[in-house]
Every structure is written in C-alpha cells, then in structure tokens.
C-alpha cells in the first residue's frame, strides 16, 4: 500500500453529498511540492490535461483536475503529490454578477484586466484562507477548506 | 406657516406627490424630494434641537448636513441630520436629548442659572466633591448630555449591512464641478474611476446656484465614460489608502491607486452674542431652502456681505439691513432683532457668512499638510502626498472648478501610465490656466461674550476658550481635548478655524504657530452597525456535524470548531468507555505531513525528544517548546515510512504549529515540505476494553496486541475506507485512532456504531477521561511560563543529545533551576467540585496556585483535578488549601494518574 | 491599521492577510551568556524607523518572507524571500 493512500478518498464508498449545484468539490486537488513540472508564472494557472496548473509559491503547486482526469494525473504523479480533494471545497461562482458578489466577502482584486482568465490568487476569503481560480469571463472559482464548506456556502448564500 | 414658494428653477421637490410623516408623533406634510428638515421647516417648525450643554434652542443653520443643529432620531436610530435625510412617508423623526419635549426642556436652567457651576471641564471641577457622589453626578450628566439611545442587542438592528470591497484605479471623493471634470478626465483615459459623493444627487453647490443643468450634463457625461458613481455615499475617513464610504446599508471598502479629493469647502458661521439662536443661517443654507425646496427661510431679513440679498428679495423676503459686521443677536425663543453698526433692527432671519474653508479633513487623512494662508484668512493645502490629488475649492480654485478638476483627473491618469505625451501637454495647458486665483480675504473678527459659540457641537463659547488658555491648556490641541472644542458631532466643520482664532487671540502667538486640529474619521456620522458589517463568524465544522447534529449532540465552539460538548449524559458518556467502548469525533487534531530527505533532522531540531530513531510503523508523544523553554503545543509523532512523519497536534494548535515549523524550515533550509492535511482527513478514536473487538468487525488488520501493539501506527482499510491507525491512549483506555478521508467520515463512523456495543461521547466526557489520567491540556492546564518539567512531561525532554534543539539551552538552565510552582494532580476531601481558577493557598493564606481543571468522576467516585502548587507541595499526600469564592476547600495532591496509574489498561 | 502588504508570491493584500513574525535579528551565536538568551528571548528593540521583519501569509500561500518596513509610517520599502 502506497504510503499516503489514506488521503485518497475511494470512489466506489458512499462518500460526502455535494452542497448544492455550485459545489465542484469533487475536482481532484493535488498539492506538489518542488519545482513546478510546467513551466508557470506566479499568478497565473495553466491549463493542461484537463487540469489547471497554479503556482501557489515557487516551489509549491497546486493542481485541480476535472473528476474525470484526475485518478490518471493522481496516477502519474504517484507519491509527489499529496491528494487534497477531501481537505479544499470547492465552490463556483458564475455569471454578470460573480465579482460583485465575491466583493461582498473577498478583498481580492478580480476585476477582469487584473485577473484574466486564469488568474489565480491565494488569499482570505469569508475570513478563511482560500484560492480564488478565473476559470472563464464569468466564471470564479473559490476554493477553502473542506472544514469551512457550511461557512463558505452560508455566507454566499446570505449574500446572493 | 412659510407656503411654498412659486416653482424655482432648480426645485427638487415634486409639488404632485405629497407624503406624510411624523415628528414627535404629531403628522408632518411633505413633498416628494423634501428632507426632514425642508418639510418641517415648511411646516413652521424653527426649533430643531437642543444644545449639548445648555439646552439652549438651535434650528436650521447650514442645510448641508455639516452642523449638528438638526440632528434627530429616524425610527429609532439616533445621530441623523434632518436637513438632508430624504423624508419618506411614515417615517417616525423624534427629537434628542431634550426632556420632557423640545419646546419645553427642563434642562434649558442650565442656561439661565447654571452657568457658574458649568465651566470647561466642569465635571473635573464642580462635581468632583464630595467623592462617593461622582457615580450618581456621572449617571446624571450622561443622561443630561447624550445624543440619543442607540439599540442595546445585534438583533435589534431591523437591517441588513454589507461591505463592498472595490478596487479602482482612481477614486475622486466629492462630485461637484471639479470632481465630475476630475472623473470624466481619468476615464476618458481608460482609467477605472469611482466617484463618491454625500448629496442625493451629483452636481455640488451646482445644484443650488443655479446651473443644475450642467450638473447634469457632467455627471451624463461621467457616467458614459464609465465612472461608478455614488451617490449619498458619504466618505468616512482614509486608512492607509483605503477609503471608507458609507451609502445606505453598504460600507463600500475603496482600494484605488490615486486619490483625487474634490471635497469643496465648508461656509463657516460668525462668533458674536447670539450667535447660535435659531433664525440666524448660513447664507448656503438660504440659498438651498429657496432654489431646491421653494421655501421662504423668513419674512424680514438682516444679511451680513451682500451676496444673498437679491436672492433673498426675488423670493419675497423683506431685506431690513445689510451690513459688514454683526454686534450682537437678540431673542429668546427665537431672533426678534439684529444690532448692527448702524442700529437695532427687527427681523426674523439673521444671513451671515463667515466666508469659506477648504474642506480638508479627509486629505490631511491621506497624509496631506494645511498651512496657514493669511492672504485668504484660512489653512489651506500646503502639500500633498504621492498618487493623491486636489481640485476644486479644496485646491483654491473656486472659480475654474472644472478646470481644476480636469487637471487633477489628467494627473491621476498620467501617474497611472494612462494617455500619452499630449495629456502633458494638456496638464501644461490648464496649469497655466489655472494662475492661482489671489482675491485677498481676511474673516470677520470674532466679537466675545458668554453667548458667543464657538462650538455648537460641544456648547464652547469664545469665553470658555480663553479661560481654559487661562488654566495652562494653551496650546490648540490641549485646548481641544480639554474643552472638547472641535470633538463634536460636526468633526470641527464648523469650528475649526475659530477655535484657532481663539486660541490665538488668547495666547497672542500667529495662526501658522497655532495650527489647526486633525479631523480624525469618521468624518461623517455613521451608525456602528454599518462599521461593524454582517454578522458572520467563520466556524469550522467536522465530517461527522450532521451526524452529531441527528444523534442530538450539544453543539459549542471549541476554539474556531463546532464540537459535540456532549450527546446529553456526559457522566454516562465517560462510564461507557470504561466498561464496553466510545467513540470521539476527533477531526480537529491538527494534522501534519512532514517529508523529505531531512525530515526526521528537522523534527529532531524542533522537538526535545528524539524523532529520527521512530521505526517506520511507530509513534512518540512529543511536547513542542519555545526558545525560552515553554510548551508551545503538544501531540504525536509517528513515522510512516523513512521519509515521511504524521504529525499531530492540538485541535487550535494547528495553524501556530504549521507556522512555526515554517518558520525553521525557511530559516535552516533544509530539504523537507510541510503539508497541513488537517481538513482532508476524519479522524475518531475509538476506545474501552472491548475497542479491539469492535475494530476487528471492520477491517481485516489483525489488530492482537502483538501485531498491533501500543504506540504503533497501521494502515488499513476500515469499512473498506483506506485508513491510518494510530494505537495511542490519552483517554486511558485500550483505543485506536482512525485517520481517514473526510469524504468517507460518515460512512466510517456509522460503520463503527454498528459493529458493537459502542456508544459516541463528547468533549466534556473526553476531558474528564483525560483528567482522571492526568494528561495535561496545552492552553488549559498550561500558560504561556510553563516548562515541560513544571507540568510534569519533563520526560519528553532529552537534554542528553548531543545535537541542538529549539529551546535546549532555556531548558538546561530550566531543569538545573526548579520552577516555584508545578503542576500536580489533587482530590477534593468534601465532594464540591472547585471553579476553575479558583486560588491555591499556603498555610499563612497567601495565594500561591491555582486550580486548572477539575471534575467530578463517577468511575472513581471522587472530585478530582490539577492544580499549580508550590514545589514543597508537589508529593502524595501533601494537602492543599483552596480559595473558591467564599469557599475553602481542603485537598489532597495526588502525582500518580488518578485512574489506571501503571497504564496496563491501554497498553493491553 | 490597514495598509497594504506585497507577499513575493501572491502580490498586494490587506495586511490582515498576514502574520507578524517580528523583526529579523540574528541568534546568539556560540556559548551564549544566560544575559545574552534572555536579551534575545525577551527584549525587543521596538525601532522607530526602517526594520527588515518577517510576515507570514497566513491567508494566502502559507510562506514566510521577509519585509523593510518605517514602523512609523509602514510604507513598506521591499519585500522579498530569505535568500
């Protein structure tokens, strides 16, 4: 047995319900640590094998990858990469109104020309560190942790 | 009693749709685009409030929203300025600090007798003797002095607030002539602009003198080059680059990279007897009762500088006498008569003018410096920080505000990298406009006298000023915080360069040595409910909440947690893990990933244990301490593979812990990473003498107590969950510690439920099983002085390696010289349980300890607890006396565990 | 206090981002005198002034790095990673 596989939640046991449609928690989020395996520019996540590649420090990188490509990215990167799907919630915010409503509870800048899509910012949101990802023109991602999933979809919905 | 005036051309009152509302109960008619204060004024209502001190009437004075004279309560909420507070129907408006009513207030004696006994700083004086009396002088005074009642409780608040955080690259504060040109100039450069402005609508003084159509025009074209604009937003201070603006329910946060502030200037009012009776107005505020609201502000008016007097005879009122200088003004309720120079006259409204300053609270927030200007009579902006910008008034353009407002705009812009050469010489071009407007202008002198205030906030006269410069407060600033001048709701609007003048005149040294006061925010009044936001803590919660939530567990906060205090019998809860098996919800422990090449060096350099000498499939209990020695956190360590060590630590802890290892790991630069995998994974511990046979009905792990043995570390599944177990026993009992993904927490502990006679059990169950092993709590039993040797887990410490540790001197030194005090275990002979905290004696009652933790245990049918005591107490037997309130309890230190004191039980 | 601070990593956030870690100030080094731990264990120089002091970023990408800040005005005059 692999020496972290207890991080890795298995898929065939009933696992954690989604909190609702925004709830993307099931990306699979893996913490690398060492130089990035692509080449990355701070701020800025890349997009490759159906995955977002983000820079978190220059020797940390935190990739999120779509559900379906993620146990063969997992796979790949074997032991490198400590699994964190279970320990980020992960939650979408999209449309016209996206940035105004993270304004609400987030003092990040994400106004389009300083946060283009991409654009990946480690900081504080709803008063718990966090990741904000622009996954599209109106689409934000923010991820927290997984302790915090009430709080984050409470005070989004408080606020929508 | 004033009918409304035939349509003016800039009215924004909508004759059509009348509305109604209440003052003090009785029903107030109004128009649509009437305040408060227009409407009652149209109504005939001339006394607004009461002065602070003295009780004396004041009415309408500025209708700007700048003096405290008509601030009213609106539906309960305190601390609103009628004269330009929207009225809307049903409102309910009362009147403040005026008892039993404002047109007969008993408190008005003051005035009439009261003045000997109330100088500056009469509470210091008059009411400091005898003593034991102040709290009954300090209760009365309280309530003679308030600005209203606000609501006591958070769920009295019938409204929701929010912030808005927004960043800009320009933010302009004050949206009239100059600030619109400064706006429209930045983003017509591309710029991403907010302007932000107190009035209802953006135009300024526009709006009122008659060009109301370019205001509009401007803010059209503002808008289409994309400026937010915000209106009724009011900014509030700035903070290191962030400025506060509050509008309606919404604090907006505004980060912008320039600053231009167009926050014009403010009329000032004259210092003479009388100055302060309601009838007497600013000449700003005769203006905007005429041109926006249609009102008559008298029948027969004295005016002091010419400029309204045609505007007050175009709206039919009576101008009596215009003069240069006012000597004195006469009336009780209300002004009958004016002495001029030139004679007595009677009149009904007083126009005076004391000419105007730059508004520059808000920029010398910013880091701005004023200096004294003696041609213009006032402090004016000597200079300016970086990426912050000045026009209009402010900037001592008032006649070019436009284009002085486009300056400051192309500036900002240009500082941004915005535009391009020709934007310089466009800048050039309007500098050379803008040739410094130099009309000379000295105010008028201030005529002393009891009645002559300064201050209308605070009820300081000119006469209160000079005796307080008398009593050594001479410098303006000391002035101030004695006499509270400029402190008031009016944030020195009003009074800040009189007050200068006074202390000057008082003190004989020139203005520019005087100075002014630092208006300090909030420069607008601002209810705290829109300060302190929403409601909303951020609370972690487990895996397994709703689990607990369904098996009706009380819920309490346990540092940033939400834990299960316990499922509703707590001595039940505890008495089922000695006799069959329990299970915790122990998800909060911190959990730390430590890895690489150098990891098990980086945690031998951290803890004073050893951590490299861990077989691959153990654990160690690790206390972590502090270069001065002191335990910082505790929990432990267990070693999965050569490279790769688990940590735990406590459940607040965490955050602290993964800091610090950070720290030395940026410090010493060695080859190791550091993963915090807290909220990834459930934990629980599952414990009692019948633990193992409950495990073994879910995992395939052969969990004999040789294969499985104490402090080993297993991987496995469990439920079919991949899972780490960890054979450790804080609770005293055989128990495993189960590790596994959140995602299957669930799913696990159901599982577990149902494999045998195994019963959940909460925080407070928990905490006596561990007090009855004495197992310290890091926080609870612990402070930030206690050595690993005072709290009795000197055994962690190996101060015989031969390599360096954090803290291993501090600890030599600790272990050579005994601390007074250390940490025992007791029971209590007579069966209460003392409070925690409660005092440890010596024999001669000097207190020389205290109680940390202590319970009842139904197990060993006894009080028991731990305690700080002496060194010379610190041995079986020895007894110690207890300080509980009025209580003395009688106990006896206990040093062996109180339950199981070999551990056979979860060594088993 | 609100001013803004530029982790090397993350770029320009509310300094409630952040954790303080003090000024940066070497350890005694050798046999240290008990005078000379205790000087370092709790005194502090609290300079008025230019200091180069450690912050955390507790809220963002959990790295410490170090900051040349006048604590008197705390303008922030560089930021960078500790070499």
Redesign the interface.
């Known amino acids: 047995m692999r020496t972290l596989a207890f991080l890795t939640a298995d898929r065939s046991l009933p696992t954690r319900a989604p909190l609702g449609p925004a709830d993307r928690s099931d990306l699979v989020k893996l913490e690398l640590h060492g130089p990035p395996p692509r080449s990355l520019t701070?701020?800025q996540a890349l997009r490759a094998e159906q995955a977002w590649w983000c820079?978190?420090?220059?020797s940390?990188t935190l990739v999120l990858a779509d559900p379906t490509a993620g146990p063969v990215l997992r796979a790949r990167l074997g032991e490198a990469a400590v699994d964190l799907t279970c320990g980020l919630v992960a939650l979408s915010l999209s449309g016209p109104c996206a940035e105004e409503l993270l304004a609400r509870f987030c003092?990040?800048d994400t106004r389009p020309h300083v946060l283009p899509v991409g654009g990946f910012?480690?900081?504080?949101i709803a008063r718990?560190?966090?990741y904000v990802l622009r996954e599209g023109e109106q689409q934000l991602l923010l991820l927290v942790g997984a302790a915090y999933a009430r709080h984050l979809f409470d005070v989004v919905a408080d606020h929508a | 009693m004033s009918a409304r005036l035939p349509t003016q051309p800039g009215e924004i009152i909508d004759r059509g749709r009348p509305l109604r509302f209440t003052f003090d109960g009785r029903t107030v008619n109004a128009l649509e685009g009437d305040t408060i204060g227009s409407a009652l004024y149209a109504a005939g209502r001339r006394t607004f409030s009461r002065g602070f001190k003295y009780h004396r009437r004041r009415g309408l004075l500025c209708c700007a929203g700048q003096c405290p004279n008509c601030l009213v309560a609106v539906d309960g909420a305190p601390g609103v300025r009628a004269c330009t507070e929207p009225a809307r129907e049903g409102m309910r408006v009362e009147h403040l600090n005026a008892r039993p009513g404002l047109e007969l207030d008993a408190m008005e004696l003051v005035d009439l007798v009261g003045r000997p006994f109330t100088p500056p700083g009469f509470y210091y004086k008059t009411f400091i003797r005898p003593r034991r009396l102040w709290p009954l002088y300090e209760k009365a005074l309280r309530h003679a002095a308030g600005l209203g009642r606000l609501p006591e409780h958070q769920g009295e608040r019938r409204w929701r607030t929010e912030y808005r955080r927004r960043h800009a690259d320009v933010l302009v504060v004050g949206a009239g002539a100059a600030g619109l040109s400064a706006a429209i100039a930045a983003a017509e450069l591309g710029a991403d602009v907010v302007l932000v402005d107190e009035g209802p609508e953006p135009g300024g003084r526009l709006l009122w003198e008659g060009h109301a159509a370019r205001a509009r025009t401007l803010a059209a074209r503002a808008r289409a080059a994309g400026v937010e604009v915000l209106a009724a937003a009011p900014a509030l201070g700035h903070?290191?680059?962030?400025v506060a603006v509050w509008q309606g329910s919404t604090l907006h946060q505004v980060?912008a990279h320039e600053h231009v502030f167009a926050t014009g200037a403010i009329e000032q009012p004259l210092v003479f007897p009388g100055n302060d009776l309601p009838g007497v107005m600013l000449s700003g505020a005769v203006r905007r009762l005429i041109a926006r609201y249609a009102i008559a502000p008298g029948r027969r008016a004295a005016v002091i500088g010419a400029g309204v007097a045609d505007v007050l005879r175009a709206a039919g009122v009576e101008v009596v006498a215009v003069a240069d200088a006012v000597l004195e003004a006469r009336g009780r309720r209300h002004l009958r008569s004016v002495v001029l120079p030139q004679g007595e006259f009677a009149c009904d409204l007083l126009v005076v003018s004391g000419g105007e300053v730059p508004a520059t609270a808000l920029v010398t927030q910013s880091g701005g410096r004023t200096a004294y200007d003696p041609d213009r009579g006032h402090f004016a902006l000597a200079e300016l920080p970086a990426h912050v910008w000045a026009a209009g008034q402010l900037a001592g353009h008032g006649t070019a505000a436009e284009c002085s407002g486009q300056l400051a705009g192309l500036r900002a812009a240009r500082s941004l990298g915005r535009g391009d050469d020709g934007s310089d010489t466009r800048v050039a071009d309007v500098q050379a406009l803008l040739a410094r407007e130099q009309e000379r202008w000295s105010p008028p002198p201030i005529r002393p006298g009891t009645r002559s205030f300064v201050c209308l906030c605070e009820d300081v006269t000119v006469k209160d000023i000079g005796q307080a410069v008398g009593e050594g407060f001479d410098s303006l600033e000391l002035c101030k915080r004695f006499t509270t001048v400029t402190m008031g709701p009016c944030q020195g609007r009003m009074c800040q360069l009189a007050a200068a003048r006074c202390v000057s005149e008082a003190t004989g040294a020139p203005l520019d040595q005087v100075g002014s006061t630092r208006a300090r925010p909030p420069w607008s009044t601002v209810p705290l409910g829109v300060l302190a936001g929403r409601p909303s803590e951020p609370a972690k919660r487990t895996p397994l909440h709703e689990r607990h939530r369904a098996l009706g567990a009380r819920i309490a906060w346990a540092g940033d947690w939400r834990r299960p205090y316990d499922y509703g019998d707590p001595e039940g809860e505890a008495l089922a893990v000695h006799r069959s098996a329990g299970l915790i919800d122990v998800s909060t422990l911190g959990k730390l990933l430590v890895r690489g090449p150098q990891a098990g060096e980086f945690l031998d350099r951290l803890y004073p244990n050893r951590v490299s000498t861990l077989k691959p499939g153990r654990l160690r209990y690790g206390v972590l301490t502090s270069?001065?020695g002191r335990i910082m956190d505790d929990g432990t360590v267990a070693r999965l593979d050569e490279q790769t060590f688990y940590v735990t630590t406590t459940s607040g802890g965490v955050?602290g812990v993964?800091?610090w290892f950070?720290?030395w790991l940026?410090?010493w630069q060695l080859d190791v990473t550091i993963t915090?995998v807290t909220q990834a994974l459930a934990a629980v511990d599952l414990a009692g003498p019948r633990a193992r046979e409950i495990l073994g009905g879910v995992t395939s792990l052969d969990c004999g107590p040789e294969a499985f043995a104490y402090l080993d570390v297993r991987q496995a599944r469990v439920a079919g969950a991949p899972c780490l177990l960890l054979r450790v026993g804080f609770v005293g009992e055989l128990s495993y510690e189960l590790h596994f993904p959140a995602a299957h927490g669930e799913h696990v502990w159901d599982a577990i439920l149902a494999a045998g006679d195994v019963r959940p059990f909460g925080l407070e169950p928990q905490r006596l099983l561990r007090l009855q092993k004495q197992h310290l709590i890091v926080g609870q039993d612990t402070d930030s002085e206690s050595t690993p040797f005072a709290a009795g887990v000197g055994w962690a410490v190996k101060l015989e390696r031969a390599e360096d540790f954090v803290g291993k001197?501090?600890l030599r030194?600790a272990a050579a010289h005994p601390s007074e005090t250390v940490l025992v275990g007791f029971t209590v002979a007579n069966g209460r349980v003392p409070t925690e905290g409660a005092v440890v004696l010596d024999e001669r009652g000097v207190p020389v300890g205290q109680v940390t933790s202590a319970r009842r245990s139904r197990q060993l049918d006894r009080v028991i607890g731990m305690a700080w005591v002496p060194l010379a107490l610190a041995e079986d037997g020895a007894a110690v006396t207890i300080s509980d309130g009025a209580a003395r309890l009688h106990g006896t230190v206990v040093t062996e565990p109180f339950h199981d004191p070999a551990g056979v039980l979860m060594r088993s | 206090?609100?001013?803004?601070l530029e982790c090397p990593?993350?770029?320009v956030?509310?300094v409630?981002?952040f954790?303080y870690?003090g000024e940066v100030r070497p350890?005694p080094s050798g046999e240290?005198s008990?005078r000379e731990?205790c000087e370092?264990?709790?005194f502090r120089r609290n300079v008025a002034g230019v200091q180069r002091e450690?912050w955390?970023?507790?809220?963002?990408?959990?790295?410490?790095f170090l900051a040349e800040r006048d604590t008197r005005s705390?303008e922030v005059h560089w930021v960078g990673v500790?070499a």
């Open positions: 701070m701020g820079p978190v420090t220059p940390r003092a990040i910012r480690p900081g504080s718990t560190p966090g | 903070f290191d680059g962030l980060r270069e001065a955050a993964e800091q950070s720290w940026t410090d915090d001197r501090a030194h | 206090m609100s001013f803004l990593h993350c770029g956030r509310e409630t981002d954790a870690g350890g240290p008990l731990r370092h264990t709790y450690w955390y970023h507790r809220s963002g990408c959990r790295a410490w705390n500790p």
